[in-house]
């Protein structure tokens, strides 16, 4: 690992995939860092392992990282798997880990691709053993082929607990039922998106057949779920749930659910790139422009970390960005930046179409984004619990960080991850005032945790 | 809006402030740019230290050891406040020579706080230090508090006697009307007979508009902070010769500081963290504790302060205007003598002066 490179491009999702090959075909110098051992990210986790079979089973999308991977092993970037990112600051430095060693490197242009993370909801219940967010069911599927063996109930929201679904029915999995909570309501506030979405039909029509398969198995489906909870002494036993107006149980020991994705912003958070709150897709972005440009000079972003647009869209915008990054760089002239960006983006805006039909239709309830039920955990870490955390508000603790400084909330080993957003929308809830481009924690890094030792090795590697 | 007194800052300084002149029933407003705590107050490691402080600050420091071992009887709230003692740690006969002689410079001035111990009593009361350090000083009544619940209690005990505090108030102007000042704010003009400034990092600008210049320098300092560890140490550790400041909180993670400064864009308010700093630091921590090599940093932060270029900070009358006080440039070590800075700033205030020796501080030092 070199300490400077032209282009250090972060994550190896789609976005960072294509990154790598358009950079490299013009020949700079550009690093790719990854925290998997392989490249795929997320959304083409292990593509180059998975067995054909399972590899049919998880769809022609997936099956297109293929050709994505192919290229990118073609390529002469320097690619580090394994290699953990726990910095990035405006000078455009980065702290890595790479084989037990810390290192800090630069770069003239930073292109983070850091893709999305699922969007943690909080409810009575979530945290008990048993209860699991669908995102990691499909990586153990993924990366390894696990199934759940006893049956699953599905839970929550979105485009992937569909999909998953449709997966487990392929393999044989028991799913004892499928609940969504989207209300009737986004029905009418989809409607209008819709003619835009047939732009983008072949989404549809996936969408539906998915449906139809479930229903022809005979998959019990319920829409418009409310008060969903998972019960349990100790583990989960049992799950309850209202639907038209009745209360409903099942006894599972697995409870898989999914409220959306949204963009993993720690890297650009840390950074102090500025970030905007999207109301459409309910979740916080780095503020960027059509190039990728976040608010740093030469720091970009593509991909579902600059705002969820799903796989192939991310995969243009990886290629837009990078285009940026060399033009910034001196390597093509402005001309030939717009000139080779016509067909990428062209692509980009025929992918979206879906996206503010998919974002109406999917959107999350707000009585669940900011729970009002007062005993449910919403920093799991620290066990801080949304009746604390209203506590805090009513006693004039009036912002996130305050509320933080004072419950511990998001002080714990995941450094907020799982309740930033809840956090925000509850004191944004508490204290009668609308959500904003601030109501999140500030950043805190590391971005991933190190040791005392890993963080010594820094100077030892400095003074070397 | 009008006022007895305007205190300008809701950190520690100007809250402790607010309580003592709430106590003596005066009418007074505290505005804060941004939120109580929002910057050292909120962000500082919690150390409640009397040893090893500027000779000028003793009487100030045991003064407020005093009323921190009583702290609920001021603010209705033990502050989470805990007195495992601090410890400055040698680790050669010269750190130890030096210790002695603090020691023996304290004694004279007729304290009794900061004592010697050798190897045999270091290592009873931490076990799990490196072998190689052989003595150390202590003082055994300090100890270290949570910052920010500090300060929630202190502003809720003002509250209640009658203090207001102001959010989002940042500070456009300040001019004086006759004998009161005019404070104009982004929340409208206050009017008032007396200003107070107590606004740290930013008391520098403000102490200027007030045509009384002071040699401030705002600087952020990082601290790094563990995940959760098994009880294994009780002080709070320092060194003589090496930047170290350690302290094992009530669950369980570490502090990790030491006088260690980050990179700081002021006017945007913006820190980065100096990572080589912090790496050198968990180098030290782990000569000491070579035990943790595998503990987690989960994360790091920085505070913005105000330090002034002899590290002591001004608590005084103005020497320009009448009715206008300082209290600032604690220089990063102002949680200790906040109880007591509220004391000498009412006592100021109303008495026209303190019981306890603060001539060191006065703003005039600056003026030559």
Redesign the interface.
Same mark, same amino acid.
């Given at each position: 690992m070199r300490d400077h490179y032209q282009l250090i491009i972060i994550g190896a999702g789609p976005a960072g995939l294509a990154a790598a090959v358009t950079a490299t075909n013009h020949g700079i110098s550009c690093a790719l860092l990854d925290e998997q051992a392989s490249p795929g990210g997320q959304i083409y986790r292990a593509i180059e392992s998975a067995p054909a079979t399972r590899a049919q089973v998880l769809g022609s999308e997936y099956q297109q990282g293929k050709t994505l991977a192919e290229e990118f092993r073609a390529c002469s970037v320097e690619y580090f798997p394994e290699c953990k990112v726990w @910095?990035l600051? @405006?000078?455009r430095e980065v702290?890595v880990l790479y084989k037990d060693q @810390?290192k800090?490197i630069s770069a003239d242009q930073v292109l983070v691709a850091s893709g999305a993370i699922e969007r943690p909801v909080p409810f009575p219940g979530w945290t008990l053993p048993g209860v699991m967010q669908a995102g990691a069911g499909q990586i153990l599927f993924k990366s390894a082929g696990v199934i759940p063996s006893d049956g699953v109930v599905l839970a929550g929201s979105g485009p992937l607990l569909l999909l998953l679904a449709w997966q487990y029915m392929q393999v044989g999995v028991e799913i004892k039922a499928m609940l969504d909570v989207t209300p009737h309501s986004n029905f009418l506030s989809a409607l209008t998106k819709f003619p835009r979405a047939l732009l983008a039909h072949h989404y549809l029509t996936k969408g539906l057949i998915y449906q139809r398969d479930l229903k022809r198995a005979g998959i019990v489906s319920k829409m418009a779920v409310s008060n969903l909870k998972a019960e349990g002494n100790g583990e989960l036993q049992s799950i309850s749930y209202r639907h038209l107006g009745r209360e409903h149980s099942i006894e599972t020991g697995l409870l898989m659910t999914h409220f959306g994705v949204i963009p993993d912003i720690w890297l650009t958070q840390a950074a102090?790139c500025q970030h905007r709150r999207d109301s459409s897709q309910q979740c916080w972005r780095p503020q960027h422009n059509e190039w990728g440009n976040t608010s740093i000079d030469g720091i970009l972003i593509a991909g579902d970390g600059a705002g969820i647009n799903g796989v192939r869209s991310a995969e243009y915008a990886g290629r837009l960005a990078v285009l940026q990054a060399l033009f910034s760089l001196g390597v093509i002239s402005q001309a030939e930046r717009n000139q080779q960006s016509i067909n990428p983006r062209k692509q980009m805006r025929k992918e979206r179409h879906i996206r503010p039909f998919l974002e109406a239709y999917f959107a999350i309830p707000q009585n669940m984004l900011a729970t009002t039920d007062k005993s449910t955990i919403i920093c799991r870490c620290e066990e801080i619990t949304a009746g604390e955390i209203r506590a805090a508000v009513d006693?004039?603790?009036?912002?996130s960080n #305050?509320v933080k400084?004072?419950s511990?909330c998001g002080?714990? +080993?995941c #450094?907020g991850r799982q309740c930033a957003n809840a956090v925000a929308h509850i004191v944004a809830d508490a204290g009668g005032e609308a959500i904003s481009d601030s109501s999140l924690f500030r950043g805190? +890094? +590391?971005v991933a945790? &190190?040791? &005392?030792?890993q &963080?010594?090795? &820094? @100077?030892?590697e400095?003074a070397s | 809006m009008n006022t007895d007194i305007l205190i300008i800052g809701a950190g520690l300084i100007g809250t402790s402030t607010a309580l003592q002149l709430a106590m003596r029933g005066c009418r007074c407003i505290v505005i804060d740019k941004a939120?109580p !705590?929002r910057h050292a107050s !909120?962000s500082n490691a919690g150390g409640l230290r009397q040893l090893n402080r500027d000779l000028a600050e003793i009487p100030l420091s045991v003064a407020a050891a005093k009323m921190w071992h009583n702290i609920e009887n001021l603010v209705d709230s033990d502050c989470d406040a805990r007195f495992p003692g601090q410890i400055r740690v040698a680790e050669n006969q010269s750190d130890m020579h030096k210790l002695e002689q603090r020691a023996a410079m304290v004694r004279s001035m007729g304290y009794q706080h900061e004592e010697m111990i050798g190897r045999k009593e270091l290592f009873q009361i931490v076990p799990a230090l490196a072998p190689h350090c052989i003595g150390a000083l202590i003082c055994r009544e300090d100890g270290y508090a949570r910052p920010?619940?500090a300060l *929630?209690a202190f502003r =809720?005990k003002a509250e209640s006697l009658g203090a207001s505090?102001h959010?989002d108030c940042e500070v456009y102007n300040i001019t004086q009307e006759g004998d009161g000042w005019s404070v104009r704010t982004s929340q409208g003009t206050y009017n008032s007979s007396i200003v107070v400034n107590c606004a740290g990092a930013w008391a520098g600008e403000l102490a200027a508009q007030m045509q009384e210049p002071v040699p401030l320098t705002p600087k952020a300092l990082m601290l790094m $902070? *563990?995940?959760r560890l098994p009880h294994f140490v009780d002080p709070v550790m320092g060194a003589e010769s090496r930047k170290l400041s350690f302290k094992q909180m009530q669950?369980g993670t570490l502090i990790i500081g030491g006088a260690l400064v980050a990179k700081l864009d002021f006017e945007q308010e913006?820190t980065?963290?100096d %990572? =080589?700093q912090?790496?050198?630091s968990?180098?030290t $921590?782990?000569d000491f504790f070579p035990q943790? =090599?595998? $503990?987690?940093? $989960?994360?790091? %932060?920085a505070g913005i302060e105000g330090f002034m270029p002899d590290n002591i900070p001004v608590i005084s009358a103005s020497h320009k205007a009448n009715n206008a006080y300082h209290a600032f440039g604690f220089s990063a070590h102002g949680l200790q003598l906040s109880p007591v800075i509220g004391l000498i700033m009412a006592q100021l205030i109303l008495d026209g002066l303190s019981e306890l020796p603060i001539e060191p501080f006065s703003i005039s030092r600056f003026n030559h």
């Open positions: @910095s600051n @405006s000078e702290g @810390s800090i102090g006693n004039a603790h009036g912002d #305050q400084y004072l511990r002080m714990g +080993p #450094q805190r +890094p +590391p945790p &190190l040791t &005392l030792a &963080l010594a090795s &820094l @100077s030892a400095n | 939120s !705590g !909120g920010y619940h *929630t =809720q505090f959010s $902070v *563990t995940e669950n913006r980065d963290i %990572w =080589q912090l790496a050198a968990a180098k $921590v782990l943790l =090599q595998d $503990v987690r940093i $989960v994360r790091a %932060w």
